[in-house]
Structure formats: structure tokens, C-alpha cells
């Protein structure tokens, strides 16, 4: 499939290693930066998703979407473990939770994009989950430069593959690619934000570490089955390659 990303905010929290290991699956070893694990709430607005070949559909393919991760290593390969997946599009949530097996949930949400502020609301609505809202507002503050490897602003965003896990304890991995992050120094008034704590995780009362993104083309190859079943402790996931040119 393909889409575009736009107005992304990575805000990133540290959290202790021993508090993550107990909700992330065994298959999944947690990544560190430094010996550090970090957790990750990235809201944003896509547009024209779609099946690769065929054309946006007016009403489906534009809608926000807001997540809430950590970074794991599956075979040496560095990724992300997705906690949850929120959208505003319940045909798109259904169908990431049966294609991708991700932890998609139903949510109401609004993005108001004004010159270079960005108002971001978000409540989920999705019966028989726990409650999650993020109320928020971000701006870009610097300059668009790509990370430098060994940053830790690399280790949060260049990851270029997708992990799920099944119940059976099989992963799967789903290609993605797209050009190199082109991320600037970013400002946020967080109002309200219980997506964390929605998954168990109790981040710190320090700031995060912000980042934003104007816009990302992306494309996504279907998961594959890794050939080792996994030991599984909870539930879903991103891996670092190369990035060819869009379109191959």
C-alpha cells in the first residue's frame, strides 16, 4: 500500500526497561539508545492511502492517526513494537487489525493545521478498550535535517520495516520504505495524554524529546511469516535497511 504522512510530532519519553520488558512479547527483544528504552506517542494526518496501483478514494484515504511505541531488535534487525494504532477511519481500523495484525482502535479526532501550528485531539471511542485521549498542541521550531546515524534522534525514526506478532507467537514482517526523515527541532503544549497509560506504561513527569515532520511518502510491502514461531508475553511492531528510491 502507499500513503503520506503529514504534520507528525514524535514526542518521546525514557522509561525504565523493567517496566516495558513485562508488556512487550519475549519474541521482541526491547532496543535501548545508551542503555535507555524510549516510548514514543506520534501523532499526525495521512493522505491518499490506498492500494499501490489503484487510486485514492475520496472519504477512505485522508484521516488522522495516532500511535504509541517502542523500539525492539527481531533477527539483529532494529524496529518498532506498536502498543496501540489510532484512527478516525473504522473500515481502515479493521483492516489493519486483520492485514497487519496491529493494534488498531477506533477514535474521534481533529486536526486543525494553521500556518505552522497544529491543534491535535484525539478520544477513543472503541467499545470495550481502555480509555486514551491526547489533547495537544505543536509547532516545528529549527531547520529540517536529516538525523545523523548514531543520533538518538536516528534510533527513534529511521526504521524501515514493520513486526507483528501473532497469538500463536509467529512474526511477521511487513517492508516499508520511504526517504531519509527530514525532522526539525519541535515545540508542544500537551494538555492531556493518557495514550501511554492506556497500555500500562507510566511515563516520566519530564518533558519529552520533540520532533516534527512537515510530510513523508511511504510505501508498504504485505507482512511475511518469519520462518522461527516466537515465544509470545503480549502483543505487536518497524527494521533499518537502506532506502531504495520510491517505487521500487
Not at 536516528?154 to 507467537?169: A, D, I, K, N, Q
Request: aromatic share 10%; proline share 10%; with cysteine.
Amino acid at each position: 500500500m502507499a500513503q503520506v504522512w503529514h504534520d507528525l510530532l514524535f514526542a518521546h519519553w525514557p522509561v525504565p526497561l523493567a517496566q516495558l520488558r513485562a508488556l512487550v512479547p519475549s519474541a521482541t527483544p526491547i532496543d535501548t539508545f545508551k542503555g535507555q528504552a524510549w516510548v514514543g506517542v506520534v501523532p499526525f494526518h495521512m493522505s491518499g492511502v490506498r492500494l499501490r496501483g489503484t487510486p485514492a478514494v475520496p472519504g477512505l484515504s485522508a484521516f488522522p492517526e495516532l500511535n504509541v511505541r517502542t523500539y525492539v531488535t527481531v533477527d539483529d534487525k532494529p524496529g518498532v513494537y506498536f502498543f496501540s494504532l489510532d484512527a478516525t477511519n473504522p473500515l481502515a481500523v479493521l483492516a489493519a487489525r486483520a492485514w497487519y495484525r496491529l493494534p488498531y482502535f477506533h477514535a474521534r479526532m481533529h486536526v486543525d493545521v494553521k500556518g505552522g501550528d497544529v491543534g491535535y485531539r484525539s478520544r477513543r471511542i472503541q467499545s470495550g478498550t481502555p480509555a486514551a485521549e491526547l489533547v495537544a498542541g505543536y509547532r516545528p521550531a529549527g531547520p529540517a535535517l536529516p538525523p545523523e546515524a548514531g543520533t538518538l534522534e536516528y534510533f527513534l525514526t529511521e526504521r524501515y520495516c514493520l513486526y507483528t506478532v501473532s497469538r500463536r507467537g509467529h512474526v511477521f514482517r511487513a517492508e516499508i520504505h520511504h526517504p531519509p526523515w527530514m525532522l526539525q527541532p519541535a515545540e508542544a503544549e500537551i494538555q492531556h495524554n493518557t495514550m501511554a497509560a492506556a497500555a500500562g506504561i507510566t511515563l516520566p513527569d519530564s518533558a519529552p524529546v520533540l520532533h516534527f515532520s512537515k510530510r513523508q511518502e511511504m510505501i508498504a510491502w504485505a507482512p511475511v511469516r518469519l520462518l522461527a514461531p516466537a515465544r509470545v508475553s503480549a502483543q505487536p511492531i518497524f527494521t533499518l535497511r537502506p532506502v531504495p528510491a520510491l517505487g521500487a
